[in-house]
């Protein structure tokens, strides 16, 4: 079992930076593959970006891709999510989650185990 904490969520201007935090509960955290998710009203939820178990291996979606940044720091028990240059589109539920029997990269929220509450992300123009 693994209990996701989202963190650092809030209401920034257009070009602003913040930093979501993802506290993991569980032995397997080490082990598992993590991601951060986004909805919107009214969408789906938006893959963001995904790390390997070890950190080897990241992908981020087109949309963000040179401006979020995911990590992780195993010893610790945290995954992060750097975004800078925010824009209003990027206004969502910001969502940490695990997938315990993977150990590379993921795209897909049906392959993951375990949700966070979520965070909200605003952004104003």
């Known amino acids: 079992q693994v209990q996701l904490v989202e963190s650092g969520g809030g209401l920034v201007h257009v070009g602003d930076s913040l930093r979501l935090s993802c506290a993991a509960s569980g032995s397997t955290f080490s082990t598992s593959t993590m991601g951060w998710f986004r909805q919107a009203p009214g969408n789906d939820r938006e893959f963001v970006a995904s790390?390997?178990?070890?950190?080897?291996?990241?992908y981020h979606a087109d949309s963000v891709k040179g401006r979020f940044t995911i990590s992780r720091d195993n010893a610790k028990n945290l995954v992060y999510l750097q975004m800078n240059s925010l824009q209003p589109e990027d206004t969502a539920v910001y969502y940490c989650a695990a997938n315990a029997a993977n150990y590379y990269v993921e795209m897909k929220a049906s392959e993951y185990d375990y949700w966070g509450q979520g965070t909200q992300v605003t952004v104003s123009a």
């Open positions: 790390i390997s178990a070890n950190g080897a291996l990241i």
